[in-house]
């Protein structure tokens, strides 16, 4: 399996963007996701580790179960980041319309 050290990387399969759009809605245990999605308990447990290593999500043992949130540090990277870029095209859009014509 790969190592995904980045959030954008680790988005950029479609499962798990489903994932983390679930879990944005509130907390889940892997079967509670799994029954959404439509694909298996191992398979959303995969995935569930490629967003943990990406920093994306934690996880908490209640009971028998394990629980996952979204990691509201990791989130506010992406934020960040994303803000960065908009920032960027933005000043770079008003360069280009204060420019002279020639």
Do not use: C
């Not at 999500?57 to 394990?66: M, N, Q």
């Not at 990791?74 to 014509?101: H, I, K, N, S």
Request: glycine content about 6%.
């Amino acid at each position: 399996m790969a190592t995904y050290q980045d959030g954008w990387e680790a988005l950029g399969d479609p499962s798990r963007f489903a994932i983390v759009a679930a879990l944005a809605e509130r907390p889940r245990a892997v079967g509670e996701l799994a029954a959404d999605l439509p694909i298996s308990r191992p398979a959303v447990s995969q995935h569930l580790k490629v967003l943990k290593s990406a920093g994306l999500v934690t996880d908490r043992a209640i009971g028998t179960r394990r629980v996952y949130r979204l990691n509201p540090a990791g989130v506010a990277a992406l934020r960040d980041q994303l803000d960065t870029f908009w920032a960027r095209a933005l000043d770079g859009y008003q360069e280009l319309t204060e420019e002279e014509p020639s």
